[in-house]
Structures are given as structure tokens and as C-alpha cells.
């Protein structure tokens, strides 16, 4: 019990600074630029109401927590396709691969896209549709400590606005400690550090956001979470959600998360997996149990109180 409320110690004693100074410095106000990266990820995550820091033990959870990539026991890969409001869309590509000796290394790729946005001159004149969009992409690398994971990254940004162009660079970090094996754990991340990046003549924030978290696995195929999230340019979010797999091949999620505009937001997703063969040839030796690709996909279905549902579809591999 001590060792583990020494790992706790230390583990909040690296993340509290950022914390307290998001608190204590951060305005309220919508002023972070790259406002993009702010959208979650991940069908299944989503699916969960966002409760995915204390957790985050597949490959999409980078966005999340990028020391989540420490747990995984095997390589990952997975496409987020993101539905919005009107005529945006978002996709996330994330990869994963861990090892044994030197610990696990990540890529996430963010991009989100506006299509046939008219464009007017000062007199109102049409000039035509344009299109805008956002990049990120980051690398990542995540390391195992007995019961704690260590996680970081840094991510390079492009925005293109038509008008107005820009470039950035920003790091995530993030921590995960095991309390109770295999029934309780602890998350915290920090994501979007990094100086102003400026759009045309422009300068302002990234959308630095602390996240902490708990997960919780009180039975066998059910996992519950619980997430507080302070954004540097928002009030405080609160998200709860959970998944139970009925077997190793499918699942159901439900979730809730707090949005001051437009009332709370209702979450549901399902997951389904199957496990795809191969030949003698493709592996060099003769096919067991661990060697079978594991296909993944899962929904997730978004309330956003009085606004228009949206809908995340992610399809992944393990392998």
C-alpha cells in the first residue's frame, strides 16, 4: 500500500503544476487558435463519453493520454472518420508499436477539413467556394515502470484559412498508475503545451488541456471511467462512461460529458472485433491463438444537447 501511494505522489507532484497554472492563468474565453485539436477521437473512447485518460489502453486512447501506448501488448493501428455539423470532417490515424526492451512508439495524424465556404468581398460579393483545413502530426514514445506508464509526444501543426496561414509545435505528456491491479487506475495528461501560434498576423494559445482520470474494472468484461478536463479556453468538463463486452468479440458503451452551451451531451457506441487468419507462410511458423490479426471496428453515436448529433466511425487492427 505505500509503494503505491508513493506512485501516486509522484505522479500527481509532476502533473499539479500544470494544473494549477491552467486554473489560476487560463481565461475562460474562447481565444486558443488550432481549436481543432479540442475534438475527440476515437469511436471507442467516444463511445464512453470521453472517460478515457485513467484507461486509454488501445491505440486511439493517444489522444486521450499518450502514456497509454505503454500497456499495449502488441501492435495497433486505427482511422477515426468524424461526421460534424454541415460540411466538416475530421479523421485521426494512430499507430502504435511496442517492444520489449526500448518501450512503445506512436503516431497520431489529426486532420480535419471545411468544404465550399463562399468567399465575399468587402461589398458582399461572391468570389467563390473555398476550402479550409487543419493538420497535426505527432510522435510519440511511452514507457512501462512497474505499475506506472510514462507517456509524451510532440505534434507539428499546419492551418490553412485561406486568408490567413500558420504553423505550430506543441508536446503532450501524460502518466498512468495502476492503484488496485487489474481493478483501478489513475491517469493524468497535459496535451497541446507549447508557445503561441500565429495565423497570419495573429498570435494566440494553443487549447492546452489537463485532463485526470479514473478507470475502473469492478467485474469481468466491464470497464467504467471517469474523467475531469480543464481546457485552457473553456470551463471544466466532466465525463462518465463505461463498456461491457459481452465476449472478447463485442461490446456496448454508453457515456455522458458536461457542455456549458448546449447542455449535456448523451453518448452511445458499440465495438465489434474479429479475428482474422493467415497462412504458415505469412508468419514462418505455424498459426497460434497470439498470432491472429484481431479486425476492430466501433461506432459511436454524439449527442450535443440542442445541436445535431454526430456520428464517429473508427476501424483499426491489431496485429
Known amino acids: 500500500m505505500k509503494k503505491s501511494k508513493l506512485k501516486i505522489f509522484l505522479l500527481l507532484s509532476t502533473f499539479l503544476p500544470f494544473y494549477l497554472s491552467t486554473c489560476l492563468f487560463a481565461s475562460n474565453e474562447g481565444t486558443a487558435t488550432a481549436t481543432f485539436l479540442k475534438m475527440e477521437q476515437g469511436a471507442r473512447p467516444?463511445?464512453?463519453?470521453?472517460?478515457?485518460?485513467?484507461i486509454s489502453d488501445s491505440v486511439d486512447g493517444l489522444y486521450y493520454n499518450?502514456?497509454?501506448i505503454a500497456q499495449l501488448s502488441r501492435?495497433?493501428?486505427?482511422f477515426t472518420y468524424s461526421s460534424m455539423y454541415q460540411d466538416i470532417m475530421g479523421s485521426f490515424l494512430s499507430f502504435a508499436i511496442p517492444t520489449a526492451k526500448y518501450g512503445s512508439f506512436g503516431l497520431g495524424i489529426t486532420y480535419l477539413t471545411v468544404d465550399k465556404i463562399e468567399k465575399t468581398n468587402a461589398a458582399g460579393t461572391s468570389l467563390g467556394d473555398t476550402n479550409i483545413y487543419n493538420l497535426a502530426a505527432a510522435i510519440y514514445?511511452?514507457?512501462?515502470?512497474?505499475?506506472?506508464?510514462?507517456?509524451?509526444?510532440?505534434?507539428?501543426i499546419q492551418q490553412d484559412y485561406d486568408a490567413a496561414?500558420?504553423?505550430?509545435?506543441?508536446?503532450?505528456?501524460?502518466?498512468?498508475?495502476?492503484i488496485i491491479e487489474d481493478k483501478l487506475s489513475l491517469g493524468i495528461s497535459a496535451v497541446n503545451l507549447g508557445p503561441k501560434t500565429k495565423i497570419g498576423d495573429e498570435k494566440n494559445k494553443l487549447p492546452l488541456n489537463i485532463r485526470g482520470g479514473l478507470g475502473f474494472y469492478p467485474i469481468k468484461g466491464l470497464t467504467l471511467g471517469v474523467d475531469l478536463e480543464k481546457p485552457n479556453d473553456a470551463d471544466n468538463k466532466l465525463h462518465i462512461g463505461g463498456e461491457y463486452a459481452f465476449n472478447p468479440l463485442m461490446a456496448v458503451r454508453v457515456g455522458y460529458e458536461t457542455m456549458k452551451d448546449v447542455g449535456g451531451g448523451l453518448t452511445a457506441g458499440v465495438g465489434i472485433k474479429s479475428e482474422l487468419g493467415a497462412d504458415e507462410s505469412f508468419f514462418g511458423s505455424s498459426v497460434s491463438k497470439k498470432n491472429?490479426?484481431?479486425?476492430?471496428?466501433?461506432?459511436?453515436?454524439?449527442?450535443?444537447?440542442?445541436?445535431?448529433?454526430?456520428?464517429?466511425?473508427?476501424?483499426?487492427?491489431?496485429?
Open 141 to 156: 514514445y511511452a514507457k512501462q515502470l512497474d505499475a506506472v506508464s510514462l507517456g509524451a509526444g510532440v505534434k507539428f
Open 75 to 78: 501492435k495497433e493501428v486505427s
Open 46 to 54: 467516444i463511445g464512453m463519453g470521453g472517460a478515457f485518460t485513467g
Open 66 to 68: 499518450p502514456a497509454g
Open 292 to 319: 491472429l490479426m484481431l479486425f476492430c471496428l466501433d461506432y459511436a453515436y454524439v449527442s450535443y444537447g440542442d445541436l445535431e448529433a454526430t456520428h464517429r466511425i473508427s476501424v483499426g487492427l491489431k496485429f
Open 165 to 178: 496561414k500558420g504553423t505550430g509545435i506543441a508536446g503532450d505528456i501524460g502518466g498512468i498508475v495502476s
